[in-house]
C-alpha cells in the first residue's frame, strides 16, 4: 500500500511539473525561498544566542 502511494504522488507530480511547467517552478521557488528564510532566522538565533 506504501509503494502504491508512493507511485501515485510521483505520478500526480510529474503530470503537474508537465502540463504546468511555470506554475511548478514558482511553487519550487517559493519553498527553496521560505526554508532560506528558515535557514537564516535560525542561524540569526543561534549567533544572537552565542554573543550574549
Known amino acids: 500500500m506504501k509503494k502504491l502511494a508512493i507511485v501515485a ?14 506554475t511548478s517552478a514558482a511553487l519550487v521557488q517559493n519553498i527553496l525561498g521560505m526554508l532560506r528564510d528558515a535557514a537564516e532566522s535560525l542561524i540569526t538565533f543561534v549567533s544572537n544566542v552565542f554573543q550574549a
Open 9 to 22: 504522488g510521483t505520478l500526480l507530480v510529474l503530470f503537474f511539473v508537465i502540463t504546468q511547467p511555470g
